[in-house]
């Protein structure tokens, strides 16, 4: 009976305390996979404001100085309205809208790209109307063009691609101080 005790110590001692030798381990290598991203930062509503001094001033006065003569009580002294600005700077005026856009984005091959386009060319106003034309993008100061490609910036806001919008203006349509409204631009964010 003795032996039959101690063969059961020794069973219940080898079952209960565990040995060095039985210890196991393994690595495993992870694996995330982040799907292609790209989110756009835009404004929906913007003001431009044209100042006075675009114009060459707020109500000036442009002196002729040609002296005139007039043969006759109705006659046409001519004046001279090449003062101010030149129609060309009416006609082809340049509005450049600074960090208009942002991109954060995560791509499969590091870049983005946005595209711009002219959604409604024609700004109206109380009388007339001003003609939108040829809308170009840059990326924090790169060339402008229709589109514009950077390297992807990742997701932190910290980090996101800064743009700018470019717009060629033609004003001399414009009769009427006041708002000219329902022009209108699309900027697309994606992945190439």
């Keep these: 009976m003795k032996k039959l005790l101690t063969a059961s110590a020794m069973t219940a001692a080898l079952f209960s305390a565990p040995l060095a030798s039985q210890a196991a381990t393994g ?11 790209v989110i756009l930062h835009y404004s929906s509503d913007i003001t431009v404001e044209i100042p006075a001094s675009y114009f060459g001033g707020a109500d000036q006065d442009f002196e002729d100085s ?15 309205v090449s003062g101010g600005p030149a129609d060309a ?11 208009a856009w942002a991109v954060r984005s995560l791509s499969t091959s590091g870049n983005s ?3 711009i386009t002219l959604d409604t060319a024609t700004a109206s106003g109380p009388s007339g109307s001003i003609t939108v034309s040829n809308p170009q993008v840059s990326a924090d100061g790169s060339t402008f063009g229709a589109t514009t490609t950077f390297s992807s910036p990742g997701l932190l806001s910290s980090n996101a691609e800064f743009g700018d919008v470019r717009l060629d203006l033609d004003m001399s349509g414009a ?10 631009y699309t900027v697309e964010a994606t992945n190439i």
């Design 66 to 80: 040609a002296a005139k003569t007039l043969t006759s009580l109705d006659d046409d002294a001519n004046v001279d």
């Design 27 to 37: 690595q495993t290598d992870v694996t995330f996979t982040l799907p292609g991203i």
């Design 113 to 115: 790209q946005v595209a």
């Design 89 to 99: 700077d009416i006609n082809a005026a340049t509005s450049t809208i600074r960090n």
């Design 175 to 184: 009769t009427s101080a006041g708002d000219f409204t329902g022009a209108q």
